[in-house]
């Protein structure tokens, strides 16, 4: 059962931005610690960001000073704030939630920068 759900991606110009979501069950959003991942086509799967549930967050070098991961309490939704986006960013864009007795993914979401 899937029980994260992305959202927000699409086609955008290089340069531009875009901002994707990640609702959650309370459940999960309130203790889990939050991932970004995402896959090129033809790569592997790559880490992007994280947030735990302390509050503490990292990025990955790729994207370090470009991308925002932040959550929103009250939406029970994940963030991922991308700015500056680069043709090599194309890929699909996975939410996850994990930590020790627990690991869940959304179905991904398509994020194409191309001119």
């Known amino acids: 059962q899937v029980q994260l759900v992305e959202s927000g991606g699409g086609l955008v110009l290089p340069g531009g931005s875009l901002r994707l979501s990640c609702a959650a069950p309370l459940s999960i959003f309130s203790s889990y610690n939050m991932q970004w991942l995402r896959r090129a086509p033809g790569k592997e799967r790559e880490w992007v960001a994280t947030?735990?549930?302390?509050?503490?967050?990292n990025y990955a070098d790729s994207v370090k000073g470009r991308f925002t991961i932040s959550k929103d309490n009250a939406k029970n939704t994940l963030y991922l704030e991308m700015n500056n986006l680069k043709p090599e960013d194309t890929a699909v864009y996975y939410c996850r939630a994990f930590r020790g007795i627990g690991d869940y993914w959304g179905q991904g979401t398509q994020v194409t920068v191309s001119s």
């Open positions: 947030l735990t549930d302390r509050g503490n967050t």
